[in-house]
Structures are given as structure tokens and as C-alpha cells.
């Protein structure tokens, strides 16, 4: 059974920090490729970051590019989400998935985890 599991979400102030990580389990990690999703209420879900298997070549979304940095660590089975200079605009659930394949922007994924909350006060 393949699990994604979230943490490191929680409420900081604007211009604060935090680390994401997302923990997998149930799959051959190596060979996915990793991604960050966001959904804040009353909106669709989008893409923030993704990285290939390697961890070689990442994407960011316009809107978090030079703030955030996506890594991962294979020999962990874990995928992580630097955020800094966090604003407002950044609240959202934030939600980690996992593709064979490229990377993609496209919500297409073959599994997700369950999400983590992260609050940003102005």
C-alpha cells in the first residue's frame, strides 16, 4: 500500500518559514517522480514545485520561484519543501504526490497524501 504522508505544515508569520516534508512508503521512490500541490479554500488546486528522480531538474510555479526550494532525499524516501519569505497568499493545504514518468504541472499524479495545513498572518 502506497502512502504519502505530509508534515511540517503550521501557522507563521509573514516573512517567516517553513519546511514540508512529505514521507513515502509502499513504492519504489527512485523511480518517481515528486511534486508539491497547494489548494487554498474556494480555489482550485495548484502546482507549486515538482523534481525529477534524480532530484537533477526542478520547476516552480512563477508565484513561489525564489522562495521556495523542492529537494529530496531517496535514500530517505523523502521529498521536502523549503518555503521562505512566506506571504499571506501562501495559506493553503499543501499536498505532496508522486508520478512515473517526467514531472508535470498538471494534477495528474498516481498518488497523493492527505495534506498539511500551512497559515500565513500578515
Known amino acids: 500500500q502506497v502512502q504519502l504522508v505530509e508534515s511540517g505544515g503550521g501557522l507563521v508569520q509573514a516573512g517567516g518559514s517553513l519546511r514540508l516534508s512529505c514521507a513515502a512508503s509502499?513504492?519504489?521512490?527512485?523511480?518517481?517522480?515528486m511534486a508539491w500541490f497547494r489548494q487554498a479554500p474556494g480555489k482550485e488546486r495548484e502546482f507549486v514545485a515538482a523534481i525529477i528522480r534524480t532530484g537533477l531538474i526542478t520547476d516552480y510555479a512563477d508565484s513561489v520561484k525564489g522562495r521556495f526550494t523542492i529537494s529530496r532525499d531517496n535514500a530517505k524516501r523523502t521529498v521536502y519543501l523549503q518555503m521562505n519569505s512566506l506571504k499571506p497568499e501562501d495559506t493553503a493545504v499543501y499536498y505532496c504526490?508522486?508520478?512515473?514518468?517526467?514531472?508535470?504541472?498538471?494534477?495528474?499524479?498516481?498518488?497523493w497524501g492527505q495534506g498539511t495545513q500551512v497559515t500565513v498572518s500578515a
Open positions: 509502499g513504492l519504489t521512490f527512485s523511480g518517481y517522480a
Open positions: 504526490a508522486a508520478k512515473i514518468g517526467p514531472t508535470s504541472r498538471v494534477d495528474r499524479y498516481d498518488y
